[in-house]
């Protein structure tokens, strides 16, 4: 790691040396690890539902009628574009697994296949960013970056969920390394190159998720305070752009919801004028900063300040990044997920910062000049011991798809599932469902009174189904909470999690396989 951040292979800026091959390897790590992200936790929960079923609706349905939103809308409508684009570049793969797999009834390679295809352009947002440093601060401030993103936890394992945030943060990506590149060049043409980065945010927000605008407001004013773009021709092609925007994502997103719609229009009503955000929680002002970008950027948070204040040819993007922070916090409800366009530019700034610090402790003697880099190790080391432990514990969060999961590795001839709210929002998705004909699922809340009793009745009782000839087939275990008493105790191998049945698989005693009911279910229940 030392040797890395050193550049010891002699390749500075732009020039080429033996660390190529090493910057070339470091590029794999970031997708190493979002892929074994996805491989350890591939079901999706409430807040991907919309993008990761749009997804299997627009690869395998024909008729929007069919389409799960048409069910299932969500809070808030969504855009369909984000997962267009992403199934645009997943189907000729899923295309080609399904002719290989030979098994046209199942259909989860495909889950995969969508994750990988936005996970891996996530990644090469991030590849050509660390390229971007690499030019503008040298090899070790990109291998910096490239190891800071690699051992963090949360920007790699959403990186790859059909989160509205995930989909916005492959244009965010693409403008930030034009941002970078701008600042490499000349007045002209850093104009050019600024104008462009400012219109893929601003079809981003407009389309994928308007709280970029919370972020491109800061940063306009920047560059308009260091003269980098001109102000009326820039807030010309702004509204321009905005405006086109929103006329493609109505024309787009307006087919499938079937009436006149501006899915980040409503979204922004939802969130500014009605308020609604706050019934799912608030927080205080302070939490981004005390809570939030510590738990994201590990242990080098420490030296975010100092990175700021330091890396002054990336102060234009970093201060503005710092002041998006400030201002989402004005709002009473957050989550870690509305910050995300700030960690890439908080690890770039890291990663120059630490880079300088170790040019220097190597060009120095004593004790300082050999501690530095074991401090730097010893924090990527712990960064990346805390991400596996996050990383581990999250495998435990969809007890609901590893039930269903279950259920068709047990029974293998069908019959009818109903799947209650709890295990839904616990990981099952239409991926998991076999679409030839010999499974039935049903996802309503509870069958219409007055409904001849038949096995795939849903209750919130476990018990009604023993009374009523059930049994349980298989429970599945989730996430619970901490061992408290273990961690008072420092018994912490193996990591103290609270783990529990938290999804059940009843079966009909004696039903036909014909007519085999089962039931997906999401009490606390154990047989």
């Known amino acids: 790691t030392v040797s890395v951040l050193n550049c010891a292979g002699g390749g500075g800026r732009g020039v080429p040396g033996s660390d190529d091959n090493m910057g070339t390897m470091l590029e794999l790590f970031p997708a190493a690890a979002m892929l074994a992200y996805l491989c350890s936790a591939p079901y999706t929960k409430v807040e991907e539902s919309f993008g990761m079923q749009a997804s299997h609706d627009i690869l395998y349905l024909r008729n929007v009628s069919q389409f799960d939103h048409n069910t299932y809308p969500g809070v808030v409508e969504r855009s369909f574009i984000g997962p267009l684009a992403v199934t645009a570049v997943a189907w000729p793969f899923v295309t080609l697994a399904e002719a290989a ?23 090469w947002g991030l590849v050509a960013v ?128 079937g009436r006149l719609l501006w899915p980040e229009g409503t979204v922004l009503y939802f969130n500014v004028v009605e308020n609604k955000s706050s019934d799912y929680g608030v927080s205080p002002f302070y939490w981004y900063f005390t809570h939030a970008l510590p738990k994201a950027l590990g242990a080098p948070y420490l030296l975010l300040p100092y990175a700021v204040w330091q890396v002054k040819a990336l102060r234009v993007v970093s201060l503005p990044a710092v002041a998006f922070v400030a201002l989402y916090s004005l709002l009473p409800h957050k989550e870690l997920r509305f910050v995300f ?27 300082g000049a050999r501690a530095l880099p074991l401090v730097f190790f010893g924090a990527l080391a712990a960064t990346l011991a805390f991400s596996g432990v996050l990383g581990y514990t999250s495998s435990w969060n969809y007890p609901g798809g590893e039930a269903l999961h279950q259920l068709h590795q047990l029974r293998e001839d069908g019959g009818r ?17 076999d679409h030839c004909g010999a499974w039935y699922y049903d996802k309503t809340p509870a069958p219409p009174s007055g409904t001849k009793p038949f096995a795939f009745e849903v209750t919130a009782d476990p018990d009604a189904y023993l009374k009523k000839g059930y049994h349980a087939l ?15 105790a420092l018994d912490l191998v193996p990591l103290p999690l609270l783990l529990k049945p938290l999804s059940y698989v009843m079966e009909l005693r004696g039903a036909p396989s014909s007519h085999l009911h089962a039931i997906v279910t999401g009490t606390d229940y154990s047989p």
């Open 130 to 257: 660390g390229r971007r440093v690499r030019a503008l601060f040298g090899c070790g401030a990109q291998a910096g970056f490239l190891l800071l993103t690699s051992v963090q936890f949360h920007q790699l394992y959403y990186a790859s969920r059909t989160l509205p945030n995930s989909f916005a943060m492959i244009g965010f990506l693409a403008a930030l390394e034009l941002m970078l590149k701008a600042e490499t060049q000349r007045a002209g043409d850093r104009r050019a190159t600024l104008s462009y980065a400012l219109q893929i945010l601003t079809v981003s927000a407009v389309i994928l998720r308007m709280d970029l605008a919370i972020f491109i407001a800061p940063l306009l004013l920047a560059y308009f305070a260091t003269s980098r773009v001109d102000v009326l021709p820039t807030c010309l092609l702004g509204i321009q752009t905005g405006l086109c925007s929103v006329a493609v994502s109505v024309l787009v997103d307006s087919v499938f919801w």
């Open 474 to 488: 298989y429970n599945a275990t989730g996430f619970a909470g901490i061992d408290m008493e273990r961690v008072k």
């Open 341 to 367: 366009y700030a960690l890439p530019i908080f690890n770039v700034a890291i990663a120059a910062a630490a880079a300088g610090l170790l040019a220097r402790a190597r060009a120095g003697h004593g004790w």
């Open 101 to 123: 797999l030979a098994a046209p009834c199942v259909k989860i390679h495909a889950l995969y296949l969508v994750r990988a295809a936005l996970g891996l352009l996530h990644v």
């Open 417 to 433: 599932v109903h799947i209650d709210t709890a295990s839904s929002m616990l990981g099952v998705t239409r991926f998991q469902k």
